[in-house]
């Protein structure tokens, strides 16, 4: 059960950062102004931006190592 859990946890960190990089290179959000119920609107918009936060984290980790490039 702890790790059905674990994992259920780790695919919604997980898709909350593959929607900042979407986010961040398309410009395409989720229409959270769709979502009639306020409190659930605003847990929505809780869980994008944790996704934006490990995405930015995961940018700097990367952008330090010598691992990765950047190419323009």
Do not use: C
Not at 27 to 53: C, F, H, M
């Amino acid at each position: 059960m702890l790790g059905w859990l674990f994992h259920l946890g780790l695919d919604a960190f997980i898709i909350s950062a593959f929607l900042a990089g979407i986010r961040r290179s398309t410009g395409l959000t989720p229409a959270l102004s769709q979502v009639p119920n306020k409190d659930i609107r605003q847990l929505l918009r809780s869980y994008l931006e944790v996704g934006e936060y490990a995405f930015d984290f995961a940018v700097v980790i990367f952008g330090r190592s010598t691992y990765f490039e950047r190419r323009h």
